[in-house]
Nanobody, 123 residues
Framework: QVYVVESGGGLVQPGGSLKLSCEVS????????MSWFRQAPGKEREFLSA????????VYIDPVKGRFTITRDNDKNTVNLQMNNLKPEDTGVYYC????????????????WGQGTQVTVSS
């Protein structure tokens, strides 16, 4: 059984920071790329960032580039998303997801999801 558990969300003012964490169990973490997605109210789930199995390669969508940083710890089976200079449009439920082969921007390509963690950016 694969479990994906996101944490670290909360309410933050614009310009603030949050660090999200995601712990995965039930699979060989180091052989999976990891991605973060966001789902805003009334919108589809959106790809944000991914990190390769080794952690060497990362990718970000333009709206978060320079503000978000994805990292992973293969010893702890965790992936993190450091989010700085948060904006109201960053509000949503944040999810992480593993993929055995590669990362994909299409959420339908992923088999395992957690419950997500809510991030609200508001003054």
């Amino acid at each position: 059984q694969v479990y994906v558990v996101e944490s670290g969300g909360g309410l933050v003012q614009p310009g603030g920071s949050l660090k999200l964490s995601c712990e995965v169990s039930g699979l060989t973490f180091s052989t999976h790329s990891m991605s973060w997605f966001r789902q805003a109210p009334g919108k589809e789930r959106e790809f944000l960032s991914a990190i390769s199995r080794s952690g060497i390669n990362t990718v970000y969508i333009d709206p978060v580039k320079g503000r978000f940083t994805i990292t992973r710890d293969n010893d702890k089976n965790t992936v993190n998303l450091q989010m700085n200079n948060l904006k109201p449009e960053d509000t949503g439920v944040y999810y992480c997801a593993p993929h055995k082969i590669h990362f994909y921007k299409d959420p339908s390509r992923y088999e395992y999801w957690g419950q997500g963690t809510q991030v609200t950016v508001s003054s």
